[in-house]
């Protein structure tokens, strides 16, 4: 089979991330800020591998060692150029060009605060890019408000003749509506020799990248324009209020894209999906659910309402409702909730149970295991079909380390029993309401570990005389049924 044009690798992509990001008032590096639960620059990789290239550099400045540190663990197949000052967008490019050495073909630049752009576009711009053969193709797209952004302005016959910044606009340049998105494709000979002409004689004293297009115009080469019927895809974040509108743009699609994989989504304004889940079909998202991370939900599960589960595995037919899970496993049609709580390595089996109030942390629900009510399970392993009483503790750390317990198969721990671990109570057994277990009970035993009951004939008389239950209680002996009816 032959590749189609747009499989065919691009030789460099050049992402630049050097920039302050003042306006986000932030410790953290801003293309490191999240969109869909994927950082901006995340996103940037993302959608640079969609046109495969032969070699990916991020420009980095501001905060470099943050995000080097992040593209380490992230995306250790770019590597990182420093542009140590920030003398403008193609000073930026000659820092990501020039260590990549002699090769020619294709670069493409994108920028690392432009998290919407989708590896579907980018292959579209190489694309039109080869078609037409350009010397320089930029991506473009017509916007209601264009204040602040360069305008590519064009001949009466609609080539591409410059892009002028906003500041160095006159006014009828600043009515233009055609934006530049600063996402381009060049032919990397023109490239560098655009790159090695740049003054800064503008109103920002910088390195224009797009004067790079202008100097390509200059030379009579080919310059063309893709514009994109979707803006969004073309729009930067600058401050925190454009980094909530471009989350919320993204989870919007996240959740469309979803919807029409089969997934019913009840409230789509409380339903959050980041970009790294998996769901099956004939999922049912009830209002307020929030899915992240790695979290997989298996075909015909209902979660939610109010849940919000990250890293965490749910089986086919689980039903899990107002519940917080960390790195937990549900089985298939296991039930949790309403109020629980699974910590890290919680693991529910087959059409296991963690009922109301229950908390759950490294432990092993068995298949068909039951722990309905108000209990704190800790590194324990619950055997299958065992049922454990309402208001079980797990008594796990001894103020110095966690020790184990393990609940045998099919046994039946009784209310309000705490087990003091390290503790086995084997397959078969019963567990007498109220115990506090300390000792291991072996199979079929009935464990009982509580002080006998014993009551004191007449002490209310005694010790409460003229009290309402003193009153009640002489009542009662005078015949009257016992509850005082
Ligand atoms: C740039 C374009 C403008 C376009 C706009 C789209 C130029 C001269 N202008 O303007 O036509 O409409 O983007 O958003 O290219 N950066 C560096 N190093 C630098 C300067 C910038 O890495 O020295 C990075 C920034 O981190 C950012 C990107 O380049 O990701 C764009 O920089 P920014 O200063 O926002 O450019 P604009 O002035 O908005
Ligand atoms: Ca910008």
Redesign the pocket.
């Known amino acids: 089979m032959s590749e189609s044009p747009d499989q065919q690798p691009v030789a460099a992509l050049i992402i630049?991330?050097?920039?302050a990001?003042t306006r986000m008032k932030s410790r953290k590096s801003k293309v490191l800020h999240e969109v869909a639960g994927r950082s901006m620059l995340g996103w940037a990789v993302h959608a640079a591998n969609g046109v495969h290239p032969q070699r990916l550099s991020v420009?980095v400045?501001h905060l470099a060692e943050q995000v080097s540190e992040y593209l380490h663990e992230f995306a250790p197949e770019a590597t990182t150029a420093l542009?140590a000052e920030?003398?403008?967008?193609?000073?930026?490019v000659k820092c990501g060009l020039d260590p990549m050495g002699e090769f020619s073909g294709e670069v493409v630049v994108t920028?690392?605060?432009?998290p919407l752009l989708s590896a579907e576009t980018l292959q579209a711009l190489v694309s039109e890019h080869r078609t037409a053969a350009n010397a320089v193709t930029v991506l473009t797209a017509r916007v209601p408000d264009p204040t602040?952004?360069?305008r590519i302005v064009r001949d009466a016959s609609g080539r591409i003749v410059e892009?002028v910044?906003d500041r160095d606009a006159d006014e009828s340049q600043k009515q233009i509506d055609e934006?530049?998105?600063?996402i381009y494709v060049f032919d990397a000979e023109l490239l560098r020799a655009g790159l090695a002409q740049l003054g800064s004689s503008n109103a920002q004293g910088?390195q224009?990248?797009?004067d790079v297009l202008g100097y390509a115009v200059s030379r009579d080469l080919p310059v063309g324009g893709y514009v994109t019927e979707d803006p969004w895809e073309?729009e930067?974040v600058?401050d925190r209020q454009q980094l909530a509108r471009l989350d919320h743009e993204a989870n919007r699609r996240q959740l469309v894209r979803w919807m029409k994989a089969g997934v019913t989504i009840v409230d789509p304004l409380s339903t959050r999906i980041t970009a790294d889940v998996g769901l099956g079909i004939d999922v049912t998202l009830q209002p307020g659910t929030i899915l992240s991370g790695a979290t997989t939900v298996g075909d015909g599960a209902e979660i939610g309402p109010d849940t919000r589960l990250h890293d965490t595995e749910v089986g086919a037919e689980a039903s899990v409702i107002r519940t917080e899970a960390n790195l937990a496993v549900i089985g298939e049609r296991a039930v949790v909730g309403p109020f629980t709580y699974l910590r890290p390595g919680a693991e529910l089996g087959t059409g296991a149970k963690a009922g109301a109030f229950v908390e759950v942390k490294a432990s092993t629900i068995g298949e068909g295991a039951k722990v309905p009510h108000l209990s704190y399970i800790g590194d324990t392993t619950i055997g299958e079909r065992a049922n454990v009483g309402a208001g079980t503790i797990v008594a796990n750390y001894d103020g110095v380390a966690k020790h184990r317990t393990l609940i045998g198969k099919a046994s039946f721990i009784g209310c309000g029993t705490t087990l003091i671990a390290p503790v086995e109570v084997a397959a078969g057994t019963y567990i007498a309401a109220g115990s506090t277990i300390t000792e291991a009970v072996p199979a079929g035993d009935l464990g009982v570990a509580r002080g006998r009951q014993r009551n004191v004939e007449g002490w209310v008389a005694k010790r409460r005389a003229g009290t309402r239950t003193a009153a009640a209680a002489e009542e009662a002996a005078s015949g009257s049924s016992p509850v005082g009816e």
């Open positions: 630049l991330a050097a920039g990001g420009v400045g542009q920030q003398h403008g967008t193609g000073h930026a920028y690392g605060d432009v602040g952004y360069g892009i910044e934006i530049n998105s600063g910088e224009y990248l797009t073309t930067g600058n």
